[in-house]
Nanobody, 115 residues
């Protein structure tokens, strides 16, 4: 099993930055993929960014060039650096781990971007 705890959300003005953290309860070295998803009010959850165990990354078109996902295996933590934030980035951000054949989710952290 993998337990995930997100932190770092908050209220920020448009154009600002936030860094989200996702701390895992086990070594992330062996976790196949770790992702950040978000869910805006009234919308479906969407994939924002992902990083594989060998460091390959992928991003949603809407955040490409503004967000950066990274992992620190020594700290069992995945980060999402969010720059040039826009009001449409508002939502609850969830960390997700794909370990073996199971999906694990954190409780989410709220991000609000004011215009």
């Amino acid at each position: 099993q993998v337990q995930l705890v997100e932190s770092g959300g908050g209220l920020v003005q448009a154009g600002g930055s936030l860094r989200l953290s996702c701390a895992a309860s086990r070594s992330i070295f062996s976790i196949n993929v770790m992702n950040w998803h978000r869910q805006a009010p009234g919308k479906q959850r969407e994939l924002v960014a992902g990083i594989t165990s060998n460091g390959n990354t992928n991003y949603a078109d809407s955040v490409e060039g503004r967000f950066t996902i990274s992992r620190d295996n020594a700290k069992n933590t995945v980060y999402l650096q969010m720059n040039s934030l826009k009001p449409e980035d508002t939502g609850v951000y969830y960390c997700n781990a794909v370990y073996l054949i199971e999906d694990y989710w954190g409780q989410g952290t709220q991000v609000i971007v004011s215009s």
